[in-house]
């Protein structure tokens, strides 16, 4: 814990322990992963199940993914906490802009 002075001399608490923890990998049998479908490999998805799957869609390039994209991992703004694979993807895969 550390305690901060703000401008207005209200004191904020920072609990920088929890803010350094690092995300750990999404586990495919984790209960949300599994209904959004995450799996480790793009060229894997199950067409029948994911009609609207294309094979350019992946980790690396949704709007979600928090790291480069050519990055390997990096944590997921669905999967709080959780870092999830480059070529991974799950069912709420959306555009990156740009
Ligand atoms: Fe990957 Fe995007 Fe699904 Fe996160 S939301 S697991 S980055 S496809």
Excluded: S
Excluded at 12 to 36: H, M
Excluded at 59 to 87: M, R, S
Excluded at 88 to 95: D, F, L, Q, Y
């Amino acid at each position: 814990m550390t305690r901060l002075l703000t401008e207005g001399g209200a004191v904020a608490v920072v609990d920088r322990a929890a803010a350094a923890a690092p995300a750990k990998a999404l586990d495919v049998n984790n209960p949300q992963a599994k209904a959004l479908g995450y799996i480790l490999d793009t060229t894997k998805v199950d067409a029948k199940a994911n009609p609207m799957h294309k094979a350019d869609q992946h980790c690396g390039n949704c709007l979600h993914y928090q790291g480069k994209a050519t990055d390997p991992v990096a944590p997921c703004a669905i999967f709080q906490g959780q870092t999830v694979v480059n070529k991974g993807w799950c069912k709420v895969w959306a555009k990156k802009p740009g």
